[in-house]
């Protein structure tokens, strides 16, 4: 997974639907940090979960799991099989851009929040849409002054989740799979255009193996499992769509991923001239829309199939 809101939004609701066990979401969520904590950003979202409120304070991962619990309400029980049914949609995942805020209340906190951090899960309970909350991440590290010069990128330490009261369930975009797979294909081959034209090389000059890097970006992405359940349309195109980031991160020079492990490798791009720099961004900008738009197609797949039985 590409960043932490889909792996807490993916195992969480495959736990909540009988398909994973708690310990299954915290080991999804320690792939990105040692240590989880969750905290209330508003008495409202306190209220909705449980969380403490107003003596504001970090709970761990085991409170983390309890707030997820809460904020889905109780589950409603077959009355042929007696297991707890859902109806779809109860997690959702958002990641908005500067232009596209699709799932945020504008004006608020949450949207601000969410728009900083790039992701954010929204989670509404079907019997009380009004009480529904969205949870955001943000990395926390050690203290910058006692971090070593020669010691590199200073230790993660944790990920914390700051929890806010929504104004209501939101509307969500029901993207199609099979048309994001269809797009998708003419993103993989227009990459591999734009890339045989200016040459991977040249836009890494520093790098003696520029498609070992993208392969070292995609073995970092796969440390990151997916539930049992997940349709294998879903992860062929989640893997499609993290072969065409990659090859964007490594022909920019940058990253849009989160992870330290990841930082790291892009770190060894080393440093391009500003015209090479600009030509592999003119060339591969468009298709990160349609990357972004593929792996909602798919984690949207992912969580739907959590309930299908």
């Known amino acids: 997974m590409w960043c932490p809101s889909v792996s807490l939004s993916l195992w969480a609701n495959a736990w909540l639907a009988g398909k994973a066990a708690p310990d299954d979401v915290l080991d999804?969520?320690?792939?990105?940090?040692?240590?989880?904590?969750?905290?209330?950003?508003?008495?409202?979202?306190?209220?909705?979960?449980?969380?403490?409120?107003?003596?504001?304070?970090?709970?761990?991962?085991?409170?983390?799991?309890?707030?997820?619990?809460?904020?889905?309400?109780r589950p409603a029980v077959s009355a042929s099989s007696g297991v707890p049914c859902r109806l779809r949609g109860t997690i959702n995942v958002v990641l908005p851009v500067p232009g596209d805020v699709r799932g945020l209340a504008p004006g608020t906190q949450f949207e601000h929040d969410a728009l900083a951090a790039g992701e954010a899960v929204i989670i509404t309970n079907p019997d009380d849409p009004a009480t529904a909350v969205g949870l955001v991440p943000e990395f926390s590290y050690a203290d910058l002054d006692e971090v070593?010069?020669?010691?590199?990128?200073?230790?993660?330490?944790?990920?914390?989740?700051?929890?806010?009261?929504?104004?209501?369930?939101?509307?969500?975009?029901?993207?199609?799979?099979?048309?994001?797979?269809?797009?998708?294909?003419?993103?993989?081959?227009?990459?591999?255009?734009?890339?045989?034209?200016?040459?991977?090389?040249?836009?890494?000059?520093?790098?003696?193996?520029?498609?070992?890097?993208?392969?070292?970006?995609?073995?970092?992405?796969?440390?990151?499992?997916?539930?049992?359940?997940?349709?294998?349309?879903?992860?062929?195109?989640?893997?499609?769509?993290?072969?065409?980031?990659?090859?964007?991160?490594?022909?920019?020079?940058?990253?849009?991923?989160?992870d330290s492990a990841t930082d790291r490798i892009v770190a060894g791009i080393g440093t391009q001239s500003s015209s090479q720099?600009?030509?592999?961004?003119?060339?591969?900008?468009?298709?990160?829309?349609?990357?972004?738009?593929?792996?909602?197609?798919?984690?949207t797949a992912i969580l739907h199939s959590a309930w299908a039985d």
């Open 28 to 73: 999804a969520l320690s792939l990105w940090a040692p240590k989880q904590s969750v905290t209330a950003y508003d008495g409202v979202a306190a209220g909705h979960t449980g969380l403490p409120w107003p003596d504001v304070h970090d709970a761990g991962t085991v409170t983390l799991l309890q707030t997820l619990r809460a904020a889905v309400g």
């Open 277 to 299: 720099a600009q030509i592999a961004t003119d060339a591969l900008r468009p298709l990160t829309a349609v990357v972004r738009s593929a792996r909602m197609a798919a984690v």
């Open 148 to 258: 070593d010069d020669d010691a590199g990128l200073p230790e993660l330490c944790g990920l914390s989740w700051t929890v806010y009261s929504l104004r209501g369930a939101p509307v969500f975009e029901d993207y199609e799979l099979g048309d994001a797979e269809y797009t998708l294909r003419s993103a993989v081959r227009s990459a591999a255009d734009a890339l045989g034209a200016i040459g991977l090389g040249a836009a890494a000059p520093d790098v003696d193996d520029p498609r070992g890097l993208v392969e070292r970006l995609l073995e970092s992405e796969r440390q990151h499992r997916v539930p049992d359940h997940a349709p294998s349309r879903a992860l062929r195109v989640l893997e499609n769509a993290a072969h065409v980031d990659a090859i964007i991160a490594v022909s920019a020079g940058l990253s849009r991923l989160s």
